[in-house]
T-cell receptor, first 113, second 114 residues
Framework: GDSVTQMEGPVTLSEEAFLTINCTYT??????LFWYVQYPGEGLQLLLK?????DKGSNKGFEATYRKETTSFHLEKGSVQVSDSAVYFC????????????FGQGTRLTINP | NAGVTQTPKFRVLKTGQSMTLLCAQD?????MYWYRQDPGMGLRLIHY???????AKGEVPDGYNVSRLKKQNFLLGLESAAPSQTSVYFC?????????????FGAGSRLTVL
C-alpha cells in the first residue's frame, strides 16, 4: 500500500540556518503530496502541497518540489526562525480518488535563538 | 470560527472502562476522520466517514467503534479501554473529493489508560 517515510528526528538548528527535511514515498500512479505542520499544543495545519510531478509548493518561506523520478518531496527553508519550531508531517493522497491521507511519522524541529 | 472541536481534551481511564470522544465541525464538511498520534509513528487513521450515516475502517480500527448520525458530528468509542490505547486522538474533516486533501484538524484529545 501507499506509504511515506520521513527523516528521523529530532532536528535542532540555529536561527537563520538552512533547513531540509527529507520525505520519500511509495505509491502507485500519481499521488498528491503535502506537508502539514503541528505547533505545540495544536492540531495539524496544511503548510503546502503539490498535485503533479515537478510542481513546487510554497508557503511561509517553505518550499517542496514533487520529484517523481526520485519519489521525493523534501521540505526546505532558506533561513529558519524560532517560530518555525514544530513537528512537520509529510503526507500523500493516492491517485484514483483515494479518500484519505497517509502520513509519515513526523519530524520534530527545534530552532534555537 | 469554531472549525473542528473535540471533547474532552484530556481523560484518564482504567483498563476495561468505556468512553466516547466527540468531534463536531461547523464547516458543512462531508468527510470526517479519527487519527491517533503516537511517538515515532506519526498519525494513523482509525476510522473515517465520507458522509452522514457512513463509516469505514482505517489503518488501525481494532478496539474502536464510530458513528456519524449527524453530518456535523463524528463519535469515537472505546468499549473496553486498554493501555495500548493511550494516545493523542485527532479528529479532522474535509470537503469531499477533489478537495479531500485539505484537512482541518481539531486540537486533540489526550487519553491515558491505566
Amino acid at each position: 500500500g501507499d506509504s511515506v517515510t520521513q527523516m528521523e528526528g529530532p532536528v535542532t538548528l540555529s536561527e537563520e540556518a538552512f533547513l531540509t527535511i527529507n520525505c520519500t514515498y511509495t505509491a502507485t500512479g500519481y499521488p498528491s503530496l503535502f506537508w502539514y505542520v503541528q505547533y505545540p499544543g495544536e492540531g495539524l495545519q496544511l503548510l503546502l502541497k503539490a498535485t503533479k510531478a515537478d510542481d513546487k509548493g510554497s508557503n511561509k518561506g517553505f518550499e517542496a518540489t514533487y520529484r517523481k523520478e526520485t519519489t521525493s518531496f523534501h521540505l526546505e527553508k532558506g533561513s529558519v526562525q524560532v517560530s518555525d519550531s514544530a513537528v512537520y508531517f509529510c503526507a500523500l493522497r493516492g491517485a484514483q480518488g483515494a479518500q484519505k491521507l497517509v502520513f509519515g511519522q513526523g519530524t520534530r524541529l527545534t530552532i534555537n535563538p | 470560527n469554531a472549525g473542528v472541536t473535540q471533547t474532552p481534551k484530556f481523560r484518564v481511564l482504567k483498563t476495561g472502562q468505556s468512553m466516547t470522544l466527540l468531534c463536531a465541525q461547523d464547516m458543512n464538511h462531508e468527510y470526517m476522520y479519527w487519527y491517533r498520534q503516537d511517538p515515532g509513528m506519526g498519525l494513523r487513521l482509525i476510522h473515517y466517514s465520507v458522509g452522514e450515516g457512513t463509516t469505514a475502517k482505517g489503518e488501525v480500527p481494532d478496539g474502536y467503534n464510530v458513528s456519524r448520525l449527524k453530518k456535523q458530528n463524528f463519535l469515537l468509542g472505546l468499549e473496553s479501554a486498554a493501555p495500548s490505547q493511550t494516545s493523542v486522538y485527532f479528529c479532522a474533516s474535509s470537503y469531499g473529493l477533489p478537495w479531500a486533501n485539505v484537512l482541518t484538524f481539531g486540537a486533540g484529545s489526550r487519553l491515558t489508560v491505566l
